[in-house]
């Protein structure tokens, strides 16, 4: 499945930096080109040496020396272009410091943070970050947190919300004075990043902010009361909030708190809301009252919507005969569901969990994305005794690449080892428009207007011009609403396994994640296809590792409406 990370690193993709064949001359030529005359060139050399920081590492494995090596290198190259005279150089500088240095770069990223370009003091305070979310720091030290602390309140929103942002993933007790205050910021996006670092450090912000005018502020707040364990004082006002992201996270809110005798409050959102909220309502009800949500859960498995249906049986997990539940689900005609029922099952301990992951690897006809949940719940199990049956399951032809490569993971972990699979074909080449185009999205909830950037990335926007040509875009759907990340959606199996028969070389380029950003899903390096996403607010941590190819141009306060299964009527270009 194309998807996006939300968490830490499974895998720190190369992908877009120069060929890591060739690295050690991409290293040579890009010390070279720093000292062109030519600031622009400049620029692009210092952010081609940061992408080098970014090696292929499976997640818990170490370093590579070569890696480490190539990286120190490229990182102590960047230590003096950081007082460039050019501005967009050091700011290209700084990103590129915190791709590839570790402790010893603290001193030159501190040294600076009082840079009279804005931009620059905000790639200081991402730079921080992105040392702790590489793992090249355990955390932050006195100095650095103290920087970040101080960039928080700058004078620029731009690099106010950078700084908070940077204790989103790693939040800080140090930091709470701050981050009170950063709640009250002007920027929306200072105050969501805020929110969210409060909340994880299981703070609960002021009521004030559950009516806050931005959406995912309010279900920010919303969620720290789940967070605090205080979703009992939440005002009856957020479970009829305008946006279905608010009314989810009061759902989620709820249900932290255990308490069944609040239950009452979601009732109507379970059985007559949007599929996202309902979706997330119908869990909370089954972790506060069990069994007790037998008839509601069982109505909502018949319901005609795929979403309603999946995460109903995510919340049949909660009922005292789950397994027997969850079973016949994996049977549903609509693959997307039966993957959801099987997860869920698959993540008990019942013997028919075990028969149903068996079932669907020896069967030459499980749908794709079934037999990849059931691939990767043998990977999680480590058991032998899945091996006959994962061979069954390598024997199908007409495997994805991806399914392919998950395949020999999991044999590999049930103590068999397999040879390679049969190598990717080339990726595809499409001709370049003459211009800039506007891909235009007709969707059920309103029209989405977006500027396919060939200039940073020809490939993939031709692509995706072609595909809305052929017409490839009607009718499909958004298949992923993720609150305060992204949306995704141009699937035309509407799961995010699906594809158009052709896959995309990376085209990463220094184009930022903010808000806007249409970028390109991936299932691995160069598996690029038809499917797109949106950032629904800044993402720094997918800068440098997916292909950004456009941003939109209207439409924003449509994609902030969507809710899964909402519909692609037609794309078009203009």
Known sequence: ??????????????????????????????????????????????????????????????EPAASRSLREAAAEALIPVVSDPEAPVRRAAVEALGKTGGPE???????????VDAGVRGEIALALFRQRFLKRVPEYSTASLNKLLTLAADPDPEVRWRAVYA??????????????RAVRDPDAFARLFAVRSLSKLGRCVDASLLSDPDIYVR????????????????????????SAHVRAAAADA??????????????????TDGPMARGRALIALAKLRGGAEAARLSRARKDPHWWVRSRAYEASAFLP???????????????????????????????LAAAAIETVLRDPKSQLEVLGTAVDAAAERKSPAFAAALKAAWARPGLTAEIRDSLRKALEASGVSVKAGPALGAPKTFAAPPAPRILILETEK?????????????????????AARRGVYDGTIWHRVVTAFVVQGGDPRGSGWGDDGFRLADE????????????????????????????????????????????????????????PGDKIVKARLR
């Open 321 to 351: 005969d789950a397994a027997a539940i969850l079973s016949p689900g994996v049977a549903d005609p609509d693959a997307r569901v039966a993957a959801q029922a099987l997860e869920t099952l698959a993540a008990s301990t019942a013997p």
């Open 105 to 115: 770069i603290e001193d030159a990223l501190l040294s600076a943070g009082t840079d």
């Open 167 to 180: 204790f989103t993933r790693f939040p800080d007790e140090r930091a709470v004075k701050t981050l009170t």
């Open 446 to 466: 309103g029209t989405v207007e977006l500027l396919l950037d060939a200039g940073a990335a020809p490939n993939t926007a031709a692509a995706v011009a072609d």
């Open 508 to 563: 990463v380029n220094p184009a930022p994640f903010l808000r806007g950003t249409l970028g390109m899903p991936k299932a691995g390096p160069d598996t690029g296809g038809c499917q797109l996403f949106v950032s629904l607010v800044p993402t720094p941590h997918l800068d440098g590792r997916y292909t950004a190819f456009g941003r939109v141009v209207s439409g924003m306060e449509v994609l902030d409406a969507l809710e």
């Open 219 to 242: 279900s920010e707040a919303v969620a720290s009361y789940g967070a605090a364990k205080a979703a009992g004082e939440l005002p009856s006002s957020v479970y009829e909030d305008p």
């Open 1 to 62: 499945m194309r998807a996006l990370a939300l968490a830490g690193l499974a895998v720190l993709s190369a992908c877009g930096a120069p060929e890591r064949r060739h690295a050690p001359e991409s290293l040579a030529s890009g010390r070279a080109a720093l000292q062109s005359a030519d600031a622009a060139t400049r620029a692009k050399a210092a952010w081609d040496l940061g992408q080098l920081g970014l090696a292929e590492v499976p997640e818990g494995a170490p």
């Open 254 to 271: 709820l249900a932290a708190t255990g308490r069944a005798e609040l239950a009452g409050r979601i009732e109507k959102m379970a059985d």
